[in-house]
């Protein structure tokens, strides 16, 4: 999986590209580490080019979700594709990490 | 150095890198074996026995080699050669010239032995 | 060695000096040098003038020099000996230089010495033979101190990396039989460990009366990390759950062990004192919260009260049950719901209703319907639905066989990826 950064004033992007797997774990992990130490507040992860979440890949997410809300920080999706859209639904996640349909809508969200 | 017509003492000496020592136990050796190699000759042309003939020659060629004698070296060359094509009859004459040639060499090496190397 | 009486100088002393005057298949020696010579080389030559000249020259080059008149005693030589190199005449009697290189290497313990072939041939058919009788490089017997040293200098080098690569090969094999053994070992024990997690499943059959009760478990690995329980909870009361730890292998086997171990009717009624399906949920989702790798579970809770057949059910994230009444088309018991741990508010709604007899109740793991054509498509829910019904006037188990032979057909393997189960209760009465 790729993983690339974008940062603007109201958040950090990480433009997912792949799947997010038990084998792409510590890719994943690193990214949102480093989006942390940089005092993150509000972190996007652009799921659009994400094809595939397995069972490991939906505990990332949402372990990642628990550690910002700890930091009284948050965690947004963006874009799911449809099977990803739907595991997320039916495990309830949108209630954790909201899902944004473009990006201003997300940055603008936090920001409120 | 002295170079006799039997054998060539410089390149004898330069074969055991100028190791006197070696070169007379060589030649102490040389000079029993050769004997009893030689005598193998006849006894193999004696039976008409071409294989024991080139064994025999083979053997004493390689003895002769040490000594660096190099007419007695290609006679004994001749004798297995012509032991392996078969040559049983010629090779009589040159078991003749090889004996010939080897008691040169004992001669010159039994001298070489009593007076030394010129120092 | 009998002494010429032409000899003026001592062969005794030249003997003490030398080291190459020994007699056959001796060691020859090394007392005239402070330290052993780093290799040993074994010459093998009938004509003792040649041998001793030759021995001679390689023990003033530093090596260490055994000796033997022909190849039968040269074999026992270089067996007690194990030389770095072996020197040979071609032309010997008893055994010659050609038939002794086909010897070593028959020999398994001197199969891989370097041997050196001494010859005055120099025809192309000869050195063609030499080499295919098992030679590995030629000596002239009239070869100048520089060729010997350049030759002997090349078969000891070649001879240090074949040795090289034996004991390297040798630690190999030595580390490969460990490991295979290591392997057994560890699989005989993952072996039992799975045989033990299937004697603590439900008992197929009747669990109680009025039920039956049929399942199949394909784990993706010998160890799965689904487990499944049918248990009594009193006169009245059926409980029933699925459970799926998230990964597959040994470490999600030990999870789900520990939470089937907390699911036990006895610490449920200890703990909460019932068996309510949505009180038990909210009980594990405080005690299993997400672990710090990501990892959870899914579970699935029913409680039967068989008297009036009313099922209460509640899920946490889990979604493969399937209702299969008698006279109605199948429909899924699913609604979104949050796995064990995600949210530690989260309160798991539970679901209500009264089954009637013949009615079926599917519990499975998404491993039997996200197993995928060799395409990437997964099998799919509503295959899995259609592979149920059209087995409806089939046993239980003949129906939950035929989903897997389904399934398996489906992607074109037997094995699973993920771990695979299908449990089905039947109303009887």
Known sequence: MKIKERTSPQGIILDLEGDLTYANQAVFKAAVEKAKQAGCRHLIVNMEQVRFVDSAGLGLLVLVSQSFKRLQAQVSMLKPQSYVREIMSLANIPKMIPIYENENDALVARAA | METTTAFNVSEALNRVDGDQDLFFTLAGLFLQESQKEAAANCVALGRQDGAGLVAAAHKLKGSVIEMCAPSLFECTKRLEELGRQGELAEASSVCADVEASLAEVHAALRKLIAGGFPS | ?429
């Open chain 3, 1 to 429: 060695m009998t002494r010429s009486s032409h000899v003026r100088h001592s062969v005794d002393r030249r003997m003490m000096k030398s080291n190459a005057m020994q007699s056959i298949g001796q060691d020859a020696g090394s007392s005239a040098q402070t330290e052993p010579p780093a290799a040993t080389i074994l010459l093998i030559e009938d004509e003792r003038v040649t041998r001793t000249s030759m021995a001679a020259r390689l023990t003033r080059l530093g090596y260490r020099v055994l000796e033997a008149e022909n190849g039968l005693v040269g074999l026992d030589v270089a067996r007690r000996e194990r030389p770095d190199l072996l020197i040979v005449d071609w032309m010997m009697p008893e055994m010659d230089g050609p038939t002794f290189c086909e010897a070593v290497r028959r020999d398994p313990l001197l199969k891989s010495s370097q041997t050196l072939l001494m010859t005055a041939h120099d025809k192309p058919a000869q050195i063609a033979e030499g080499l295919m009788r098992g030679a590995d490089d030629f000596l002239s017997k009239s070869a100048s101190k520089q060729e010997i040293v350049a030759r002997v200098l090349a078969g000891l080098r070649t001879s240090r990396l074949v040795r090289k690569l034996e004991t390297t090969g040798s630690q190999l094999e030595s580390s490969m039989r460990l490991l295979q053994t290591k392997q057994a070992e560890m699989e005989a024990d993952l072996q039992s460990a799975a045989d033990f997690v299937q004697s603590i499943l439900p008992e197929q059959g009747s669990p109680v009366q009025g039920i039956s009760l049929a399942w199949e478990y394909q784990p993706a690995l010998t160890l799965g990390g689904d487990l499944f329980g049918v248990a009594s909870i009193d006169a009245e009361h059926l409980g029933l759950y699925i459970l799926d730890a998230s990964g597959h292998g040994v470490a999600a086997a030990l999870r789900s062990a520990s939470l089937m171990t907390f699911l036990r009717v006895e610490n449920m009624l200890q703990l909460i004192g019932s068996y309510d399906p949505e009180k038990v949920l909210c009980e594990a989702n405080r005690q299993f919260p997400l672990s710090n790798e990501g990892e959870y579970f899914t579970l699935w809770v029913g409680q039967l009260h068989l008297p009036t057949r009313s099922l209460s059910y509640a899920s946490a994230g889990h979604h493969g049950v399937l209702l299969s009444p008698a006279e109605k088309p199948s429909r899924w018991l699913t609604h979104p719901s949050s796995p064990l741990g995600f949210d530690p508010a989260t309160v798991f709604p539970g679901g209500r209703m009264t089954l009637q007899p013949a009615d079926r109740l599917f519990l499975m793991s998404d491993g039997i319907y996200e197993a995928s054509s060799p395409t990437g498509e997964p099998w799919g829910r509503w295959r899995f639905q259609q592979a149920i019904e059209t087995q409806k006037r089939s046993p239980l188990a003949s129906t939950i066989s035929h989903c897997f032979t389904e399934a398996r057909r489906w992607q074109e393997q037997c094995d699973f990826f993920d771990d695979a189960a299908v449990v089905g209760l039947e109303l009887t009465i």
